[in-house]
């Protein structure tokens, strides 16, 4: 299934693509695409019956806002450096183990939103990433089977950076990542049976048109199984927590000098296959 939410910013309604593409209000079933929804199993099925059932009744998404799939997000953990070629073209050594920073849920907007560069900003950057969206609680996993059995799905994340804040400025990776709107989500939350293969994903980022990205999840360091057992022997993963798996090469922060970073204006577009395609346009803060 895919699964979104449409309407206004916190009044967004649940719904589900049917197999036309048209959105289906989903709020007669459900109250939310959260956590709670994802790790109920007979709720789900009831959607896929609904689904099936051709009853729910369309909504008008042409003129609607898409707002991010996932409502409540619990956490979001995101994996640095996870892709050879951006590790080679940021000139850094390939990570032994994954490495960890977080996002907070409120930078987390929707895929056609306004992105802000922040105040006092030179260095805003572009970072297409699959994320792995978590349908049952994890802790401790032993296998690659568990952990990807504990995916609920899949959805597009930009994971927007600063690299002056998150480099130049001492302390960890955070500050450069937790501006506000620094985390576009969806459009859909694609669930895990329509992605056989987490592994075989190309990702594609776009600015001003021009191609920037052009990735496969293929070259990831820690596929995604391997990152979720790993998370799960360090923090406990719930319904409705977020991983963003990193980014292929392609980023400004590996272009040469001097480097095309974001400014107000410019149009960010990006898309992984199966998961749709985010555009948004660059605001100052």
Known sequence: MKLLRVGPVGAERP?????SGTP???????????GALLGDAAALAGIRE????????????????IGPPLGRIG????????????ATETGAAIPAEPILFMKAPDTVVGPDDTVLVPRGSEKTDWEVELAVVIGRTARYLESDEEALASVAGYAIAHDVSERAFQIERGGQWDKGKNCETFNPLGPWLVTADEIPDPQALALRLWVNGELKQDGTTADQI???AQVVRYLSQFMTLY???VINT?????????QPEPKP???????VELEIDGLGRQRQELKDA
């Open 15 to 19: 719904a589900v693509l049917d197999e």
């Open 24 to 34: 289906r209000d989903l709020s007669g079933l459900v109250k939310d695409i959260d």
């Open 50 to 65: 609904a689904v099936a059932s051709g009853e729910l009744p369309a909504l008008d998404a042409t003129d609607s806002r």
């Open 75 to 86: 956490k979001i953990v995101c994996i640095g450096l996870n892709y050879h070629d951006h």
């Open 222 to 224: 820690f596929p995604v």
């Open 239 to 241: 319904p409705g927590d």
């Open 246 to 254: 990193g980014t292929p090469a392609g980023v400004a922060l590996g």
């Open 261 to 267: 970073y974001l400014r107000a204006g410019d149009v």
